[in-house]
């Protein structure tokens, strides 16, 4: 990655060195494919052999175990609220997946309380040291339920897909991103880019360039192009039936793009992993 702008506080866990990266996939858009690309992410780095955390931060509005067909009966609203702990939370939804759900139409999860939110942000960190990968599925916007993980993230990705409205939004998140970080001298990783419902690559760089030249421009970040998804009948009917597409139609077209981004998301968490691990030994 590129740009990253502060070097400086990071949270204790990461710290300690023993700790999985955390990949944030959110885009200021609404309904862009995030939760979709999180839930088939998981099960891709899965089926590589990755123990996979995959937390919902939509927590207002909790999509993930939907997605998953699972119950979230106990969720993040049950250990915000009434103190049952995240491991006691996190169920397994597939082989080499476990999920952390969050509620839904509770307001106190929106716009956590600081609180709220430092035990949760402890609570996270000790849990990493159980995961290869720990992939965050934020609510869309900007607001400081995304901007609080994105802080704690060792990589970013935004999904957008070619309309102007959420490349508008793309934009403004990159920004609003860039701007926090500055403002709470925190890192905050240039994010990577996941172009949903395109045809092909070509039109998933074409997108990324536009974003990536504006970027360029007036934040000095170089958000570069991760992967891209295309408009697919198997990924619509995997959310109606509550069977993710990369399990239920392996072979697919968007089953395979996945596993690409899967490819591109195991080298960056590398990376990262091996950043975390010299901060440990400084
Ligand atoms: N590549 C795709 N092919 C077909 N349908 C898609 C694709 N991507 C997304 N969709 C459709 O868009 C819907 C919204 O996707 P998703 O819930 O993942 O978006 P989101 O960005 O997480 O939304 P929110 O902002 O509400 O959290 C899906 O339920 C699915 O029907
Ligand atoms: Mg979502």
Known sequence: MTGSANRGNRPPA????????????????????KSLVCA????????????????????????????????????????????????????RVAEGVDLLAAGSGEPGMVGLAPALRAALERGLAELRADYDVVIGDAAAGIGADVLWPAALANRVLIVTTPEPAALTDAYGLIKALDAHGHRSALEIPTPELLVNLVAGPDEAERVARGLRVVSERFLARSPRLAGWLPRSSEAAQSVLTRRPFVTRQPGSLAARCIEALAGHVERSCALASLKLLARSAE
């Open 40 to 91: 088939n992410l998981a099960l891709a780095l899965a089926r590589r052999g990755r123990r996979v955390l995959l937390v919902d931060l939509d927590l207002g509005l909790g999509n993930q175990h939907v997605l998953f067909g699972s119950s979230a009966e106990c969720n993040l609203e049950h250990v915000l609220l009434e103190g049952t702990s995240l491991r006691e939370a996190t169920v």
């Open 14 to 33: 990461e710290r300690s060195g023993r700790t999985a990266p955390l990949l944030l996939v959110a885009g200021g858009k609404g309904g862009v494919g």
